[in-house]
């Protein structure tokens, strides 16, 4: 139980275009999903948090017109990097929490982590 | 400012050798700690949830542990397969829900 997915798990793009990432959760409702960006050998970065049917919560230095959140259901949240740059590239990780996954290990307030989408902007 | 260090930075073991990760933290109104996994090029995967002080959670060879100011995530005879950098994540509650994360400890366990 419990399980993000995220598509696609790799992408290439040109400079200047916009690509769109996608997370599920599978078999729970996600009242909030995160956004996370990780580079070589370091940590993950928060970068948005983000509610059903809300605006997101942008952490402090993410450009919000640049990185565009919807989380239009409980099961999908959509991050678009728009006019990317080389320097856009990078592992971008979405986790869920939310309902239904109380009775889990992990509880209500745990964070499942997707696999990951490995962005590469030319 | 909430803070989380892991040590080591690395760790290589021999299988069947067992040791201890450490994960000290100073997190305002800290509701609890989580341990991840995370093998190269994906997601973290979730290990454990631990609340409060002198709790305890196993799973396999892994045992995570907690104190009022760390944790320890013991591995026990630990074999190639737990290869992998291991996160901790401190967790603040209510409106100011968000995780602070360690740099993570990357484990080699050498056959």
């Known amino acids: 139980g419990a399980v993000v997915s995220q598509h696609p798990s790799r992408v290439i793009c040109k400079s200047g275009t916009s690509v769109k990432i996608e997370c599920r959760s599978l078999d729970f409702q996600a009242t909030t999903m995160f956004w996370y960006r990780q580079f070589p050998k370091q940590s993950l970065m928060l970068m948005a948090t983000?509610?059903?049917?809300?605006?997101?919560?942008?952490e402090q230095g993410v450009e919000k017109d640049k990185f565009l959140i919807n989380h239009a259901s409980l099961t999908l949240s959509t991050l678009t990097v728009t006019s990317a740059h080389p320097e856009d590239s990078s592992f971008y990780i979405c986790?869920?929490?939310?309902?239904?996954?109380?009775?889990?290990?992990?509880?209500?307030?745990?964070?499942?982590f997707g696999p990951g989408t490995r962005l590469l902007v030319l | 400012e909430d803070q989380v260090t892991q040590s080591p930075e690395a760790l290589r073991l021999q299988e069947g050798e067992s040791s201890s990760l450490n994960c000290s933290y100073t997190?305002?109104?800290?509701?609890?700690l989580f341990w991840y996994r995370q093998d190269p090029g994906k997601g973290p995967e979730f290990l454990f949830t631990l609340y409060s002080a002198g709790e305890e959670k196993e799973k396999e060879r892994l045992k995570a542990t907690l104190t009022k100011k760390e944790s320890f995530l013991h591995i026990t005879a630990p074999k190639p397969e737990d290869s992998a950098t291991y996160l901790c994540a401190g967790f603040s509650g209510g409106s100011n829900y968000k995780l602070t994360f360690g740099k993570g400890t990357l484990l080699t366990v050498n056959p």
């Open positions: 986790s869920a929490r939310g309902g239904g996954v109380g009775l889990l290990a992990g509880g209500a307030e745990t964070q499942y």
């Open positions: 983000s509610n059903e049917g809300s605006k997101a919560t942008y």
């Open positions: 997190v305002s109104g800290l509701r609890g």
